[in-house]
């Protein structure tokens, strides 16, 4: 039998539904968002508790008349190094996007809606979208990408894409000859945590540590210095044909081309307590504890080693850009590729957060404003959507369940008060 249940947003807006036990959080989710006419990313129980979306509402406790609260999708940025522009997905799902995202298409699909990551080959795009499906569009996707469900995770070569599915399998589609056939190694890749590509080829991190790969070797398939397994990862990143791993140990593994230079090695030495890992197509760079970065690879930058207090750094495909603690941005590699931004010094202030597609980066500021430089093709000139991208909300910037205990705890506190007068 269906039961009342009360969803509300921290703004104070509510909404009564009815939902049998059966339903799951999920379907109660989707019917709060569609109701209420906003995106919702979870939804917390009276008592502060997070229910799991996947729960039945009858397993998670709910009874009729119980009160629940929801919390707003913040609007947030997506792209990749390799996607050529980027993508605001407002918090209602719906999507706006600037650069050369159509790839061949008049436009881009009217389903584009809730997308959560992006991934770019050569020849076309796909989306992860929030239900768990993937969306593509150009000459490198076959419809057949539609059909897949419960996705966690797309990485695409110069010419194929793989994606990783809940139930740990992986599934592959494009050139044979860069990673789209992986009936070499189908048998081994089950239970798979991590997934990353270069420019050819596809590596794999099982939960039990085994390393797979499959492509071209020349991009790090299959290579001699490729660990049998490594135990501990946090983050899997590849430049064009080299990969590394960060481990939970703030060390970093690294293999493939161009990581094994005299400069590298001398770069390697410093590779500890690190948090973070980014690549562009020839070079890594690690964020370590105390603010400072090492670079290695082809091409590293060695004026980067007097940076200090870096709190994130993500790369287009031949430059790099550095969040630092007092809300500056540094940039370092190829200009036309948005590794100059010193005519943007005064406005790259105050940023809280950093994205790089192909070619560009964009930086939002705490104003809620969004600076972007670097090739405008690529997303470096974001003129035409300006008006769009004035109120723009960090994408991390989700109330904690203790901010929502406080809220629920004040709310209670005012209802007591008002029923004792």
């Known amino acids: 039998m269906a039961m009342s249940i009360h969803v ?8 009564r539904l009815r939902a049998p036990p059966s339903a799951t959080v999920q379907d109660l989710r989707q019917a709060a968002q569609k109701t209420l006419r906003t995106g919702i990313a979870s939804l917390v129980s009276s008592e502060g508790e997070l229910l799991g979306p996947e729960k039945c509402v009858g397993e998670v406790g709910l009874l009729e008349g119980d009160r629940i609260t929801a919390t707003a999708q913040q609007a947030r940025i997506v792209s990749c190094r390799r996607c050529p522009g980027f993508f605001l997905v407002r918090g209602d799902g ?10 061949g298409s008049p436009g881009l699909p009217r389903e584009l809606r809730g997308v959560r990551q992006v991934a770019a080959c050569s020849g076309g795009l796909a989306a992860l979208l929030s239900n768990g499906q993937v969306l593509s569009w150009g000459s490198s996707c076959p419809k057949e990408a539609g059909r897949l469900t419960d996705v966690r995770e797309i990485q695409a070569t110069e010419e194929a894409f793989a994606v990783l599915l809940g139930d ?7 050139s044979e000859r860069l990673g789209g056939n992986s009936a070499e190694v189908k048998e081994q890749l089950f239970d798979i945590k991590f997934l990353a590509a270069s420019l050819g080829a596809f590596v794999a991190i099982r939960e039990d540590g085994r390393i797979i790969s499959w492509g071209q070797h020349c991009y790090g398939a299959r290579s001699v210095d490729e660990p049998y397994e490594l135990h501990g990862v946090l983050q899997l990143v590849a430049t064009r044909g080299a990969f590394a791993a960060l481990l939970d140990t703030g060390g970093v593994v690294s293999w493939g081309q161009g990581v094994r230079n005299a400069e590298s090695r001398a770069s390697l030495c410093q590779l500890r307590e690190v948090i973070q890992l980014s690549a562009s197509e020839e070079a890594f760079a690690a964020v370590r504890r105390d603010g400072r970065v090492v670079l290695w690879g082809r091409n590293a930058f060695s004026g980067v080693r007097q940076l200090r207090g870096v709190q994130r750094v993500v790369a287009t495909r031949f430059a790099f850009a550095a969040l630092l603690e007092d809300g500056r941005v540094v940039t370092w590699g190829d200009v036309h590729y948005g590794g100059d931004s010193k005519a943007l010094r005064h406005q790259l202030s105050e940023v809280c957060d950093l994205w790089a597609s192909c070619a560009a980066f964009a930086a939002l500021r705490a104003d809620g404003s969004v600076v972007t430089w670097g090739d405008a093709r690529y997303g470096g000139d974001s003129a035409a959507v300006a008006e769009q991208l004035r109120d723009v909300r960090r994408l991390a910037v989700m109330p904690s369940l203790g901010e929502i205990n406080d809220l629920l705890r004040s709310r209670r506190e005012d209802s007591s008060s008002s029923s004792s007068s």
Do not use: P
Not at 8 to 15: A, E, K
Not at 94 to 103: E, F, Q
Not at 168 to 174: I, R, Y
């Open 8 to 15: 509300s947003l921290l703004s104070g807006r509510s909404v």
């Open 94 to 103: 719906s999507v706006l996007a600037w650069g050369d995202v159509c790839s």
């Open 168 to 174: 740990g399998s992986v599934v592959c589609w494009g």
